[in-house]
C-alpha cells in the first residue's frame, strides 16, 4: 500500500476511427460472444484489443455553449447574438444548477460564423462568464458464475485482478446503494442485469407523468438525452454501457454469466452517447440528472464515466463540481491515448476537482496497458482494463430481436467501472461515508504495482479486499 500524493487532477476505450478536421477515435471494437455454458474456455471468449486514439478534438459544427452574465440586459444579449451571428438554440437550466444557486444556466447558440470566430466575438465581453466549443466525447473502449469459475473474469480473480473475489467472502451486496452510469445506454434487460436495474423511486412507471417534477416523464430507469426520452436501451448499439454495467453489477451468485463487483446494486443510465458520440451539452445534463436524484435524497455514491474528448469545458467542470457538492464521486476512465496526460490533459479525467477518481488500465500481468493512458498527477490509480469479459446485448434469431450475450473489450472504459463497483462496494459497508472518505480508502489500499510507479498519483493497482 502507498500513501496517496494529493492529485492535481486529471477519457476511455475509442472505435478505431478517423475522420478528417477535430476527431476522436474510440478504443471498442464489437466482438461478441452468446450467452456461456458451464464449460467455457479461455480461447471461446473473444477479445477486442485497443487501438490507441487520434487525440484530436472534435466538438460540433455550428455550436458553442455560452454563459451570460446574471443580470445581463436583453439589449446586451442580443447585440452579443448580433455579433457572433448565432440565435439561441437552447437554454439548459438544470434542477441542480438551480440547488446551487445558478438560475441563468447555459445557452447552446448556433452560428453562421467558424466556432472559433463566434467565440473569440463574446469572450472578454463582461456578460459573457464563458464561450465554448460543444465538444463531442466517445467511449474509451477498446461466484458460481461460469466466467468466473472457469477463470475468465481475470480482472475480479485473477492475481493482478481488483481483489475483488477476496472481498466476496464476506459480503457481495450493495444492495442500498445506486450507481450512474454516464455512457451509452444498458441493456436492464439483460439476463445478468435485470435484478439490479435500479429505479427511480420519484418516478410511477407507465403514466405517462412526471410524478418527481424533474422535467422528465417517465424515468423509471434513467433518461435518454440523446434521443429526450424514457428509453436507456435502444438495442445492440448500445454495447459499451452494458459492458460497464455488467462489470459494476452484474448479478453474481445466479449460475450464470460473469458477476460484477457488486452482486447486488441498483445501477441507473443517463445515456448521452450515441452512434455519432455525445456532445457536451448532453453530458452536463447527464451528470446534473443524478445530481438532482442525490439532492432529492437517493442514494447516488459515483457515476461511472468511460468516455472522453474534446477540450477544456467550464461548463462539465461546473457540472462535476456540483455533483462533487452533492456527494458524488465522479470516476473518470484516463483515455486511451498511451500518452502522459500531465503533459497533454486528457478530458473528463484531466479537470482539478476533488470528486474525480481517474483510472488506467493494466494488463493480467500487472502490465500497464499499452493503450493507457497515464499521469504523476491526473491519474489515481491503475484497475483490470485489457480483455475483460463482461454482459453485451447481442442479435437475437428472430429479426430486430436483443438477447443476453458476453463479450470480451478493453481499454481504460473497462478498468474504470472496476473501481466505480469499489466505491459501491465501500459504500455500502460504511453507510454515511462521504465522497472524499470514499475516495480516501480507495486510494488508500491500493497494492503497490511496478508498472504504475511514476506513473499514477498512488503508484498502485485497485484492491478491493483492502478496505
Not at 460497464?244 to 453474481?252: E, L, N, Q, S, W
Not at 475483460?388 to 458476453?406: E, F, M, Q
Not at 472518505?437 to 488508500?444: M, P, Q, R, T
Amino acid at each position: 500500500m502507498t500513501t496517496p500524493r494529493t492529485p492535481h487532477r486529471r477519457s476511455i476505450a475509442r472505435r478505431a476511427t478517423a475522420a478528417a478536421g477535430l476527431l476522436l477515435a474510440t478504443a471498442c471494437v464489437s466482438d461478441r460472444a452468446t450467452a456461456p455454458s458451464a464449460d467455457v474456455t479461455d480461447a471461446e471468449v473473444p477479445s477486442v484489443s485497443a487501438s490507441v486514439g487520434t487525440g484530436v478534438q472534435e466538438y460540433v459544427a455550428g455550436e458553442l455553449l455560452v454563459k451570460f452574465r446574471a443580470g445581463a440586459s436583453a439589449a446586451s444579449r442580443a447585440a452579443l447574438l448580433r455579433g457572433a451571428n448565432a440565435d439561441v438554440a437552447e437554454r439548459i437550466i438544470t434542477a441542480a444548477m438551480r440547488g446551487r444557486g445558478d438560475n441563468e444556466g447555459l445557452h447552446v447558440l448556433r452560428t453562421s460564423a467558424a466556432v472559433e470566430a463566434a467565440i473569440a466575438a463574446l469572450k472578454g465581453n463582461a456578460d459573457v462568464e464563458f464561450a465554448e466549443p460543444n465538444w463531442v466525447y466517445h467511449h474509451e473502449a477498446v461466484s458460481n458464475d461460469p466466467y468466473v469459475t472457469n477463470g475468465t473474469l481475470w480482472g475480479m480473480t485473477g492475481t493482478f485482478g481488483s481483489g475483488a473475489s477476496n472481498a466476496w467472502v464476506n459480503n457481495t451486496s450493495c444492495s442500498d446503494v445506486y450507481v450512474g452510469i454516464i455512457d451509452e445506454g444498458y441493456m436492464y434487460t439483460h439476463i445478468d442485469l435485470t435484478a439490479n436495474a435500479g429505479k427511480n423511486p420519484g418516478e410511477i412507471a407507465g403514466n405517462a407523468k412526471d410524478d418527481d417534477l424533474n422535467g422528465l416523464v417517465d424515468d423509471v430507469y434513467g433518461w435518454d438525452f440523446v434521443s429526450n426520452n424514457s428509453s436507456v436501451f435502444d438495442g445492440v448499439g448500445d454495447d459499451h454501457g452494458t459492458h460497464v454495467a455488467g462489470t459494476i453489477g452484474g448479478k453474481g451468485g445466479n449460475a450464470t454469466g460473469v458477476a460484477g463487483v457488486c452482486w447486488d446494486v441498483k445501477l441507473m443510465g443517463a445515456k448521452f452517447l450515441g452512434a455519432t458520440g455525445g456532445t457536451t451539452a448532453n453530458a452536463i445534463k447527464a451528470v446534473d440528472y443524478f445530481t438532482n436524484l442525490k439532492n432529492k435524497g437517493v442514494n447516488i455514491v459515483a457515476t461511472n464515466n468511460s468516455w472522453g474528448g474534446g477540450g477544456f469545458s467550464q461548463g462539465l467542470k461546473d457540472a462535476i463540481d456540483r455533483a462533487g457538492a452533492a456527494g458524488i464521486l465522479f470516476v473518470a476512465a484516463a483515455g486511451n491515448d498511451a500518452a502522459n496526460i500531465d503533459a497533454t490533459i486528457s478530458y473528463p479525467a484531466g479537470y482539478d476537482s476533488d470528486n474525480i477518481i481517474s483510472v488506467a488500465s493494466i494488463t493480467s500481468t500487472g502490465a500497464l496497458s499499452s493503450f493507457s493512458n497515464y499521469g504523476l498527477t491526473r491519474v489515481d490509480l491503475g484497475a483490470p482494463g485489457s480483455s475483460i469479459t463482461s454482459t453485451l446485448p447481442v442479435a437475437g434469431t428472430k429479426r430486430n430481436s436483443v438477447t443476453s450475450g458476453y463479450g470480451s473489450y478493453s481499454g481504460t472504459s473497462m478498468a474504470t467501472p472496476h473501481v466505480t463497483g469499489a466505491a459501491a462496494f465501500y459504500a455500502a459497508r460504511h453507510p454515511g461515508a462521504t465522497a472524499a472518505a470514499i475516495k480516501s480508502a480507495i486510494l488508500g489500499a491500493v497494492t503497490a504495482t511496478p508498472s504504475l510507479a511514476g506513473k499514477t498519483v498512488t503508484g498502485g493497482r485497485l484492491n478491493i479486499s483492502g478496505f
